[in-house]
Nanobody, 120 residues
Framework: VQLQASGGGLVQTGGSLRLSCAAS????????KGWFRQAPGKERESVAA????????YYADSVKGRFTISRDNLKNTLYLQMNSLKPEDTAVYYC??????????????WGQGTQVTVSS
């Protein structure tokens, strides 16, 4: 099983990026998927998560209104559209797949991470 995250990069404040996380090796029927991030010197935090159906979502307060999580179950891919980026969004972003509701994702599988850097 492999989760391949991509789409990170360097962007100026106010810019946008779209992260993708493609899963291979198995399908994740019924699983919740999400994005986490870890900034230097800080603990990993949950950014957003989405239920299997897409009907339930969770967003950290710091990204509400700016980030949008979505998933394409046929493509086995998870997305994170990030708009109005701020320097404090700078971190390594990880995709994760697991169980539980979106606001309480218990991650079972992790992607390798993609670096997002927002310059001021």
């Amino acid at each position: 099983v492999q989760l391949q995250a991509s789409g990170g990069g360097l962007v100026q404040t106010g810019g946008s990026l779209r992260l993708s996380c493609a899963a291979s090796g198995r399908t994740f029927n019924g699983y919740t998927k999400g994005w986490f991030r870890q900034a230097p010197g800080k603990e990993r935090e949950s950014v957003a998560a989405i239920s299997w159906s897409g009907g339930g979502t969770y967003y950290a307060d710091s990204v509400k209104g700016r980030f949008t999580i979505s998933r394409d179950n046929l493509k086995n891919t998870l997305y994170l559209q990030m708009n109005s980026l701020k320097p404090e969004d700078t971190a390594v972003y990880y995709c994760a797949v697991g169980w539980g509701s979106p606001n309480n994702l218990q991650s079972e599988y992790w992607g390798q991470g993609t670096q997002v850097t927002v310059s001021s």
